[in-house]
C-alpha cells in the first residue's frame, strides 16, 4: 500500500467547494426546494451525472499526478480511487434497503423523500469527514488497528451473510423508542417540516423521526465502508472524495431502483462476501507476505456485485412462472 499522501490544500478547498455547489444547483435549480415526486427519468439522469462526474474526477486526477509525480502515481492512485468509489458505492447500496423500510413503515408520501434524502446526504458529509480524518489519523499512529478493523470487516460480513434475510423490527429499536417516549410526536405529516405547533407547544412530526433514523443509518453504514477502504489506501483525499461521489449518487440511485428493491434480493450476500474479502485482505495477506493489485480488488469487488445482481435477475425470473401459476390458481 502506497504511503504517499496527494492531497493539497488548494485540492481539498476545490472539491469540497464543487461538491457545494451541486448540491446548491439541486436544491435551488432543480427544484430540491419543492416536494416533487422523483421520477424515473429524473433519477435515471442524476445516476448517469454522478457516474459521469466521479469517472471526469478520475482522469483530472490522472492528469494533474501524471504531470507532478509520474505516469507510476498517477495510475496508482487514480486505480486507488476508482476501487475506492465501487466499494463504497457497493456498500452503500445496503443503505437503499434500509431507507425503503423507513419509508415503508412510516409510509412516507413519495413527494417528501426527496428533500429528506438531501439532508441525509449533508449529514452523512459531515459525519463521514470527521470520520475519515479521525480514522486517518489513528491508522497513521498505530498501524495495527488496520488488523483491528479486518477483523471487524470479517466478523461483520459473517453476520450479513447469516441474518441478510431478517428484516429489522422498527417497533423494537431502540432510539425509536427512546425518541417516542421523551418527544411529543404527531400522528401526521404535516409537509416538510419537522416540527410543528399546537396548542402553543411544539411537537415533531414523523419526518423528524425518519430524519433521525436515516442519520443513525448513516452512521452505522459509514462504521463499515470507511475501515473498508482503508483495505485500498490511507491517503485521506482519495478515502474523502471517493467516499463523497458515493452518497452524492446514492440518492439518486435509491429513487431509480427502490421499487426494484425486491429484485436485487442476493445483492446483500454479494455485499457480505465483498466485506469478507476486504477484511481477510487487510487482515490474513501482510501475515502471508502476499500484496494483492488494486487491479485485481477492483475486479473481484466488482465481479462480486455484478455476480449477486444478476443471480438475482435469474433465481428472479426462473420464479416468476410458478408464481404467475400460483397466483391464477
Given amino acids: 500500500m502506497q504511503s504517499m499522501h496527494i492531497g493539497e490544500p488548494w485540492m481539498w478547498f476545490a472539491f469540497i467547494a464543487f461538491v457545494l455547489a451541486m448540491l446548491a444547483v439541486d436544491l435551488f435549480v432543480f427544484g430540491g426546494r419543492k416536494a416533487h415526486r422523483v421520477s424515473v427519468r429524473e433519477a435515471s439522469c442524476w445516476v448517469i451525472a454522478w457516474a459521469s462526474l466521479a469517472l471526469v474526477f478520475a482522469g483530472l486526477l490522472w492528469w494533474y499526478l501524471e504531470g507532478e509525480f509520474g505516469a507510476g502515481v498517477a495510475h496508482h492512485k487514480t486505480l486507488e480511487f476508482l476501487t475506492g468509489y465501487l466499494i463504497e458505492q457497493s456498500l452503500s447500496i445496503d443503505n437503499m434497503f434500509i431507507f425503503v423500510m423507513f419509508f415503508r413503515y412510516f409510509a412516507v408520501p413519495p413527494e417528501l423523500q426527496r428533500r429528506l434524502l438531501l439532508y441525509g446526504v449533508l ?81 415533531a412530526t414523523p419526518l423528524f423521526l425518519v430524519l433521525v433514523l436515516i442519520e443513525a443509518s448513516d452512521l ?103 408464481e404467475d401459476r400460483m397466483r391464477i390458481l
Fill in 123 to 203: 449529514g452523512a458529509i459531515v459525519m463521514r469527514g470527521a470520520m475519515i480524518l479521525a480514522g486517518v489519523w489513528l491508522v497513521s499512529k498505530f498501524a495495527w488497528l488496520l488488523y483491528v478493523f479486518g477483523l471487524f470487516l470479517i466478523i461483520t460480513g459473517i453476520k450479513m451473510l447469516i441474518f441478510a434475510h431478517q428484516q429489522p423490527d422498527l417497533d423494537k429499536n431502540p432510539l425509536l423508542r427512546w425518541i417516542r417516549g421523551h418527544m411529543r410526536i404527531t400522528e401526521s405529516f404535516h409537509g416538510e417540516h419537522f416540527f410543528v405547533l399546537q396548542n402553543g407547544q411544539r411537537w
Fill in 220 to 322: 452505522m453504514f459509514a462504521v463499515d465502508s470507511i475501515p473498508a477502504i482503508f483495505a485500498i489506501t490511507t491517503d485521506p483525499f482519495i478515502v474523502f472524495t471517493s467516499n463523497i461521489f458515493a452518497i452524492m449518487g446514492l440518492r439518486a440511485l435509491y429513487f431509480l431502483l427502490a421499487d426494484m428493491a425486491e429484485r436485487f434480493h442476493l445483492l446483500k450476500y454479494g455485499l457480505a462476501i465483498v466485506l469478507v474479502f476486504i477484511g481477510g485482505k487487510m487482515t490474513l495477506m501482510p501475515w502471508l507476505d502476499f500484496h494483492l493489485p488494486i487491479e485485481w480488488s477492483l475486479a473481484v469487488v466488482g465481479g462480486i456485485i455484478l455476480a449477486s445482481v444478476l443471480l438475482s435477475l435469474v433465481t428472479r425470473r426462473s420464479k416468476s412462472p410458478d
